[in-house]
């Protein structure tokens, strides 16, 4: 759903109206200008003002947990960096990180909770919050060069693009630094450019620009198995032109993008379905002169935990919620999203609906939903979004009413693994519907969920 766009200044900071799609960013390397596009339609969405130093180029950044935008600038020729920080919603600044401890650093990625940057003399690994340097891994496996990409799996493991003779892609744990071996070896002369998503089947595919020589036409994506360095086949052979390749960058719904040169000497960004190769077309043609890094918006994160009531005796872990975003005292949901509880009751939901309040609501199978009213949610996302529901929905339509006594009615002195057993009516949880689950539907007998 497109809302459509105005475009204001804030500051010097150009901004874009709402938009439900996610944002991708692509650094200008002449100017520094980081400019933005829509991922559904390509539109141009502003920019953020150039913050870098004389002598540096932007040469890759990401967006961190905390919804900032980490710019990673590199000077060419002495090799001094640093990262710098902005939010890309308001343009404003937000200090510098890891400067003085970077030698010719060239790219960048970040786990739950540790931002790393690969460099000449290895992986180094930093506190995205305070900057403060914690250790490095990969030293002495490879010689790292000024176009090598770095990513981290779901499953907590960083691939980096190793820059050996014959190249290929080292594994290391993302927490301790194990080398857990390579793959990707030898497939082509270079390699630029790394990025892995989980597909639809959720297995981790990396994406890796490569070139085998100089010329139009050589520079192409391969794809691998992340896990366990199957080879899947390439796409957007052909599709490079001129002898340039800057970046890449996958959204949240399996498009891929690579920044390229074109005979035009107009730079932009190619689109692909990531998963079969389909070409999707360009994005911000003529913006930009030359770009060293893409980067896609990363989701804001929702947590808190669902209380089922004391009612409920059965076991938390799995139990599926819904939880909906509206506008606040909107009728429509503008995302939903559906997950599964802790032992504790904990839950945590991904949402590009952020930098804004907004009405939060969580329903489970047989309790009435709950609304929290006018919850800000920040760049970074919010925690603590807590629920105490309801018991007593039997047929889930957010009302306890007559309707639910049928529904316990037919399912009465039934046990789990009997035809007539209905999870919906054990609201106690005890595998048996019974008297007690009656009391419970009587004591909570015409209330209405919020909606």
């Not at 930093?126 to 790292?144: C, K, L």
């Not at 035009?264 to 913006?287: E, P």
Request: proline content about 2%; some cysteine.
């Amino acid at each position: 759903m497109n809302l459509g766009r105005s475009v204001i200044v804030f500051g010097c900071f150009v901004l874009g109206g709402f938009a439900s799609a996610e944002t991708i960013f692509v650094p200008d390397s002449s100017n520094g200008l980081i400019f933005k596009f829509d991922s559904v339609d390509g539109t141009y969405d502003g920019y953020a003002p150039s913050l870098v130093p004389s002598g540096m180029t932007i040469v890759d950044l990401d967006q961190g947990p905390d919804g900032y935008l980490y710019v990673l600038c590199s000077n060419l020729g002495t090799g001094a960096g640093r990262v710098h920080r902005i939010n890309p919603y308001d343009g404003s600044y937000q200090g510098a990180v890891a400067d003085g401890f970077l030698s010719y650093a060239n790219s960048i990625a970040f786990s739950s909770n540790t931002m790393f940057i690969c460099d000449s003399v290895g992986i180094k690994k930093f506190d995205p919050v305070d900057g403060s340097y914690e250790g490095m891994i990969g030293a002495g496996f490879t010689t790292y060069g000024a176009y090598d990409g770095m990513a981290v799996d779901q499953g907590g493991v960083l691939s980096v693009v190793s820059r050996a003779a014959t190249p290929s892609i080292l594994r290391f744990d993302s927490n301790d630094g194990t080398y857990k071996g390579s793959y990707a070896f030898g497939f082509a002369n270079t390699y630029y450019s790394l990025d892995i998503v989980r597909d639809s089947l959720g297995a981790d595919i990396a994406y890796v620009v490569v070139n085998d020589s100089s010329g139009n036409g050589q520079y192409r994506s391969l794809r691998f198995n992340e896990t366990d360095g199957t080879y899947l086949g390439a796409l957007a052979t052909g599709f490079f032109q001129s002898s340039g390749a800057g970046g890449s960058a996958i959204d949240s719904a399996g498009n891929v993008y690579f920044g390229t040169n074109t005979t035009a000497s107009q730079w932009c960004a190619m689109r692909f379905v990531a998963n079969d190769g389909t070409y999707k077309g360009l994005l911000g043609f003529g913006f930009f002169t030359g770009t060293r890094a893409l980067a896609a918006e990363q989701p804001a994160k929702i947590c808190g935990d669902v209380d089922l009531s004391a009612s409920w005796f059965g076991p938390y872990a799995g139990m599926p919620v819904t939880i909906e975003i509206r506008a606040v005292g909107g009728a429509v949901p503008l995302d939903t999203q559906t997950t599964v509880l802790d032992a504790s009751g904990n839950y945590c939901v991904n949402t590009f609906l952020r930098n804004g309040n907004y009405d939060i609501y969580c329903k489970a199978s047989h309790w009435l939903k709950k609304r929290n009213s006018n919850v800000a949610i920040g760049i970074g996302g919010v925690n603590g979004v807590n629920f105490l529901l309801t018991n007593g929905d039997c047929n889930n339509d957010n009302f306890n009413d007559f309707f639910d006594y049928l529904v316990l009615s037919a399912a009465y002195e039934s046990v789990f693994g009997d035809a007539t057993y209905n999870a919906g009516a054990d609201l106690n949880g005890d595998l048996a519907v019974d008297f007690f689950d009656y009391l419970i539907l009587s004591d909570k007998y015409e209330l209405d969920g919020d909606d």
